[in-house]
């Protein structure tokens, strides 16, 4: 489940066609903050973000898998 999440986070592509690109994800919004140019403070932020909701979501998940089973 962890390994599908993160090869999925950060998958746009097929977000883009099945959404019909009316929906922003995460990963979007960050491509188009760079081609800005001017937007790299909300590029940082955003990014920062997304590492930090990878990172809480791989958390949980060991934490579930390695949990103490009662007797």
């Known amino acids: 489940m962890l390994f599908a999440f993160l090869l999925s ?3 746009f592509v097929s977000a883009t066609y099945l959404g019909g690109g009316v929906f922003q994800t995460l990963p979007i ?3 188009d903050l760079i081609r800005g140019g001017q937007q ?5 932020v955003v990014s ?3 590492m930090a909701a990878l990172l809480l979501t791989s958390l949980v998940a060991v934490a579930w ?3 103490q089973k009662g007797n």
Do not use: H
């Open 65 to 67: 898998a390695y949990r």
């Open 9 to 11: 986070y950060a998958e």
């Open 40 to 44: 790299w403070p909300r590029a940082a």
């Open 48 to 50: 920062l973000l997304m």
């Open 29 to 31: 919004l960050l491509t």
